[in-house]
């Protein structure tokens, strides 16, 4: 099982739509988890951190299943600019580096 | 957050060269990274650039391809060596900032804005 897995989408959401996707992971010990949004050409920008059960910030909200591992992010009242590839990070590298998955696409269409 | 610059923002280089990849942090870090982000790909990360001590590799990198400095706090160096057309990447360097989040401390990764390097 690879360590950190996503779908890559694309997800294509009306503007004003709800979205979730969810992000897994292999390391059950585990005990934060990133979600990163990048746009195209440009760095990776923390979104939100998770460290129990979720988070929530505006019209994003993060959840974590740690008896599935998995950590899910859901957008709500999609707009045109949330239109980027989420990157899902889990530390697992020397000192704590991160583990990024795939990413999935998100295509938000007017 | 940080505020992070890296130097250059993008190169051509041709094979068989080295390039060396400057990153700066306005504030004192603890710790710095460095990850290569392939065309198409995702983030993997390369080492840990431990101030006052050798870098720490991921499996499938090492310190002949890619040396790193880490002379500060604040900054940090990442060469790529004899580079062939497989280096073709953006090459990131992120900080880990120790923030108050919810009453308690937690480690947040902020990246800079990356090096395009291509090599012909």
């Known amino acids: 099982r690879k360590e950190v897995e996503q779908d890559p989408g694309p997800f294509n959401v009306p503007e004003g739509a709800t979205v979730a996707f969810n992000c897994t992971y292999s390391n059950s010990a585990s005990q934060s988890f990133f979600w990163y949004r990048q746009d195209c050409r440009k760095e990776p920008k923390l979104l939100m951190s998770?460290?129990?059960s979720g988070n929530e910030d505006g019209r994003f909200t993060a959840q974590l299943n740690r008896a599935s591992q998995y950590i899910s992010l859901l957008i709500r009242d999609s707009k045109l600019s949330d239109s980027a590839t989420y990157l899902c990070a889990v530390p697992g590298g020397g000192a704590d580096g991160l583990t990024f998955g795939k990413g999935t696409h998100l295509i938000i269409q007017p | 957050s940080a505020v992070i610059s890296q130097k250059p923002s993008r190169d051509i280089c041709q094979r068989g060269t080295s390039l060396t990849i400057q990153c700066q942090v306005d504030?004192?870090?603890?710790?710095m990274f460095w990850y290569r982000q392939q065309p198409g790909q995702s983030l993997t990360l390369i080492a840990t650039a431990n101030q006052g001590s050798e870098a720490t590799y991921e499996s499938g990198f090492v310190i002949d391809k890619f040396p790193i400095s880490r002379p500060n706090l604040t900054f940090s160096t990442l060469t790529v060596s004899n580079m062939s057309p497989e280096d073709s990447s953006i090459y990131l360097c992120?900080?880990?900032?120790?923030?108050?989040?919810?009453?308690?401390?937690?480690?947040?990764?902020?990246f800079g804005p990356g090096t395009r390097l291509t090599v012909l």
């Open positions: 992120s900080v880990e900032v120790w923030v108050p989040t919810s009453g308690r401390a937690t480690d947040e990764q902020f």
């Open positions: 504030s004192q870090v603890t710790m």
């Open positions: 998770v460290y129990s």
